[in-house]
Nanobody, 125 residues
Framework: VRVADSGGDSVQAGGSLRLSCTASRYRPDMYCVSWWREGSGKDRERVGS???????NYVDAVKGRFSISRDKDKSIIYLQMNSLKPEDTGMYYC????????????????????WGQGTQVTVSI
């Protein structure tokens, strides 16, 4: 599977963005998909995931503001981001990982899975 993420932009705090993850040959029952982000001077961190059963999971920092969904007709997974805050600024990555290497919707290790090239999200005050 190959992954390409897009949709990043510069927005003001309180605004919304929708990121897209296009995964070639993606099958929902065979891959988990997760979103990660990396802020300036920060370690890469989890944002949320979509497992093979369609369940989503989010880190506390984005719960209630971000949501992951899938276009059933296309191999596209979305990250809808609402009520954006300056601390949401960073490079966002989509990862598709074969099911045998998934736990809780995330890859067992960052070396597993196909990573997108990243898309920049900048939230200003």
């Amino acid at each position: 599977v190959r992954v390409a993420d897009s949709g990043g932009d510069s927005v003001q705090a309180g605004g919304s963005l929708r990121l897209s993850c296009t995964a070639s040959r993606y099958r929902p029952d065979m891959y988990c998909v997760s979103w990660w982000r990396e802020g300036s001077g920060k370690d890469r961190e989890r944002v949320g995931s979509l497992d093979m059963n369609g369940a989503t999971n989010y880190v506390d920092a984005v719960k209630g503001r971000f949501s992951i969904s899938r276009d059933k007709d296309k191999s596209i997974i979305y990250l809808q981001m609402n009520s954006l805050k300056p601390e949401d600024t960073g490079m966002y990555y989509c990862v598709a990982c074969a099911r045998e290497y998934c736990r809780g919707g995330y890859p067992l290790d960052s070396d597993f899975g196909a990573w997108g090239q990243g898309t920049q999200v900048t939230v200003s005050i």
